[in-house]
């Protein structure tokens, strides 16, 4: 079933790449890959990552189930990773970024605080710092685990 499932995948995404390729007729606001192809070329490693980039990467994938307990980011290894890159240390006093990006950290249920980070912004009408990266996305971990049973 999952050999099914990674062919219908691989297909799916060969067919994306004709659709939306150099040339093609965009069909709707945000449907080319521009995102997709940015993520192939930061693990490629052809291009390089800014600080909140860096940061959201670290923090989000981090916090999947896969990620053993002993791998977890904390607060001071991000402090140190973020140096070692060549960025400035963490900020939490002076850099509302830094601040939301530790909360998170910290936080029990991240995605409830997302949902609430961007309710308070919304109300407030500022520009969420993550509108981008959360406005399609969605769990696939339902599927995937139903694929493996």
């Keep these: 079933m999952l050999s099914r499932y990674i062919a219908y995948q691989e297909a799916q995404e ?5 659709e939306l390729s150099a040339g093609a007729e965009k069909k709707s606001y945000g449907s080319d890959r521009r995102g997709e ?19 959201s990467f670290l923090l989000f994938f981090d916090k999947e189930s896969y990620v053993p307990e002993s791998q977890k980011i904390t607060e001071e290894r991000l402090a140190e ?3 070692n890159c060549g960025f400035p240390r963490l900020n ?18 991240p995605m409830m605080f997302l949902l609430q980070e961007a309710e308070i ?10 509108y981008k990266t959360y406005l399609r996305s969605k769990s ?3 599927e995937f685990e139903r694929m493996i049973r």
Excluded: C
């Design 14 to 18: 060969l067919k994306a790449d004709e």
């Design 37 to 55: 192809g940015f993520l192939r070329k930061v693990l490629q490693g052809t291009v390089d990552l800014d600080r909140t980039t860096l940061l």
């Design 81 to 83: 990773i973020v140096v």
């Design 92 to 109: 939490t006093e002076e850099d509302p970024v830094d601040d939301f990006f530790v909360d998170y950290l910290n936080s029990d249920d």
């Design 121 to 130: 912004m919304a109300m407030s009408e500022e520009n969420f710092y993550l």
């Design 140 to 142: 696939e971990k339902a």
